[in-house]
């Protein structure tokens, strides 16, 4: 059995935003050598996530407002975390909703996809250096 | 290390639909061979669940409704996913609460399970054919 | 390729509550001699989780109130499931959106986690044992 492990590193310049790393993760895959087997891929923070849907930055619209609207962020004073000197309680169930991570099936050396998944880091709280991590086993 | 692929194939007749789809896995189980090891069950499509709950009607028209009131489908001018031409904006939504995937231990050849858990292929936007992917690796 | 199996058992003395099982978790990896691989937790039950955030009370407190808010427990006679003769449908709701399982990357013998990262045992109908399934697989 084989196994790799990499992290990948974001800086997302805003609170919130959705990037694609679909292509970093197959970077990962190829740089594995593993041709059957399972790639896990999970956010390393708590107000962040890693999940599979669709690139078309309306959506991603339509999930900013809709997550917005099942946990505000504002007024901050809702959430008894925030107590703590935080101010991202919002985030850390943002990210329960969207999910901590994904395991994605490797054959034949590829990522085994239906036709339009793709990998998004989901980020909640940013403005700061955040890890994911590709671990892959297989041979 | 053996792995195994399969692909299943649905058509809910309806936009919206849950599938027990237990049997099906436990018979990739069997053609597989494995008997030790992680079983993948994924939807290929970014509108559609595979989750693991109870097979009882009235709770799926229970979350039925409730993901309805969660993202509802109308109007569907509320998303602006729908700009594209799309009307399954909800689904997409409605797929992130509900998952995409479970990961089922196996362990002396069956799926390692409490008494009652099942899995389900939830459908969010229907009338078409849509696959999920069954991927075991082990020994 | 090894595999080993664990069941961790829980009685939530109330409804509900959230259990920091890290360090079972920790042992039951410490107990298989998996070094490299993937490990599997999973709730065993239908009205309960297993997911990964932080060990903050402040935040659990957060999250049954939002949780209750998202699908709340009273009144039963809200949700069809009930008239089975249980009242627990709002725990299967909140279940799917705390989700039923992690999997997690064995990196040299260890949990492979960010700074945060905690997992927890997530009980939405308690006052009864209940189980938690860990596998691991790897070498």
Redesign the interface.
Known sequence: ?K?F?KELWFNVPRRRGFINITSQVEEALRESGVS???I?V?????TASV????D?S??H???DE?LER??PHAPTSQ??????GEDN?DA??K???????????V?GGKL??????QIFYGEFDGRRQK?V?V?I???
Request: overall charge negative; charged content about 25%; hydrophobic content about 45%.
């Open positions: 059995m196994s492990r059957e087997g399972l896990l999970n956010a390393m923070h708590i999940f599979i849907n669709d078309e309306g959506l619209a339509d999930y809709w099942l946990a959430y008894r975390h925030n107590l703590t309680a850390h169930m990210r329960q909703v969207m999910g901590r991570e994904v395991v994605v099936a054959t085994d996809f239906g036709p339009w998944e890890r991590l671990k086993i297989g041979e």
